[in-house]
């Protein structure tokens, strides 16, 4: 049973671009949610998707959208990146009702912006 | 709002117990625990819920104290694979986003 995986593993991009990150779910869950992790620092909650539509936001700007398709699987978007962007992106997934089941998550993407 | 974990580092010897602590202000439905080793992911540990309910590792065990919206994961007798950080996420409803702490590094050595 394949778990949570993400890609690209590393990405570098420059300021000012935009960015593509991708994640697909460990088989059985439906609910994809986005994390933001600088050094040292704990994971910072980006947004939820459940059932293709994003269900709870954290505080991020709007320059940070995502999608997630029939399949689950998601996609996060940043655009206009800034310096400050730099970070590991991780997706976890997990059943419906956050509260009580356990979240999976992937091995990240490591973004770079010079 | 983000728990508050202590101590924020700790270094023990193999064989050793340890107690990583996790509070919150708010009143709270759930706290979660993952272990991070360096350069992978969280992993999963223990869910504790409102009500007394656990779901977890069978070698880990933890506390809720409800009344106090604190956390406790108990390590005992460690090894050395259970260095690495520890984070405790924090939820205030079954829906709600979680929230986590900034992490107790946990080191064991021979």
């Known amino acids: 049973d394949a778990g949570v995986t993400q890609s690209p593993t590393h990405l570098i991009k420059t300021r000012g671009q935009q960015v593509t990150l991708r994640c697909s779910p460990k088989?059985?869950?439906?609910?994809v949610s986005w994390y933001q992790q600088a050094l040292g620092q704990g994971p910072q909650f980006i947004f939820q998707?459940?059932?293709?539509?994003?269900?709870q936001r954290g505080n991020f700007p709007d320059r940070f959208s995502g999608h997630q398709f029939p399949n689950y699987s998601s996609e996060l978007n940043v655009n206009a990146l800034l310096l400050g962007d730099s970070a590991l992106y991780l997706c976890?997934?997990?059943?419906?009702?956050?509260?009580?089941?356990?979240?999976?998550f992937g091995p990240g993407t490591r973004l770079t912006v010079t | 709002q983000q728990p508050v974990q202590s101590p924020q580092a700790v270094i023990l010897r193999e064989g050793e117990d340890a107690v990583i602590n996790c509070s919150s202000s708010?009143?709270?439905?759930?706290v979660h625990w993952y272990r991070q080793k360096h350069g992978e992911a969280p992993v999963f540990l223990m869910i504790?819920?409102?009500?007394?309910e656990q779901k977890g590792h069978d070698k880990i065990s933890a506390s809720f104290n409800e009344k106090k919206q604190q956390s406790s994961l108990y390590l005992t007798a460690s090894q050395l694979s259970y260095s690495g950080t520890y984070f405790c996420?924090?939820?205030?409803?079954?829906?709600?986003?979680?929230?986590f702490g900034p992490g107790t590094s946990l080191s064991v050595i021979p």
């Open positions: 998707y459940y059932e293709e539509e994003e269900r």
């Open positions: 996420g924090t939820i205030k409803t079954s829906y709600d986003k979680v929230i």
């Open positions: 976890a997934s997990s059943l419906d009702a956050w509260g009580t089941y356990e979240q999976y």
């Open positions: 088989s059985g869950h439906d609910t």
């Open positions: 504790l819920l409102k009500g007394g």
């Open positions: 708010k009143a709270l439905y759930s």
